[in-house]
């Protein structure tokens, strides 16, 4: 999985993914959000629920841009 988000994100910047993400402008990215993108990306929903808690530092249900800027290339590399 975290391959997969590997190439999907090092080409394209994280800025430009999460306002394609953020399709209600709201500037911060509810899991529904995430699993859109991620159903349209053809990852599986419990893949979306790793990557959403893995990304959302403050627990507060929503992942915020200074969350996926600074968060998401740990995530990605962080291989188990």
């Excluded at 910047?13 to 399709?23: C, L, R, Y």
């Excluded at 209600?24 to 991620?38: Q, V």
């Excluded at 990306?41 to 530092?57: C, M, P, Q, S, Y």
Aim: charged letters at 25%; glycine letters at 4%; proline letters at 1%.
């Amino acid at each position: 999985f975290r391959q997969s988000i590997y190439l999907i994100f090092s080409s394209v910047s994280e800025i430009k993914v999460f306002d394609q993400f953020d399709t209600d402008n709201s500037g911060s990215l509810s899991k529904e959000e995430i699993i859109n993108a991620m159903n349209c990306l053809g990852l599986k929903a419990w893949d979306v629920n790793e990557f959403f808690n893995g990304l959302d530092e403050d627990k507060n249900g929503e992942i915020s841009l200074s969350e996926f800027k600074d968060n998401l290339p740990s995530y990605v590399f962080n291989f188990h």
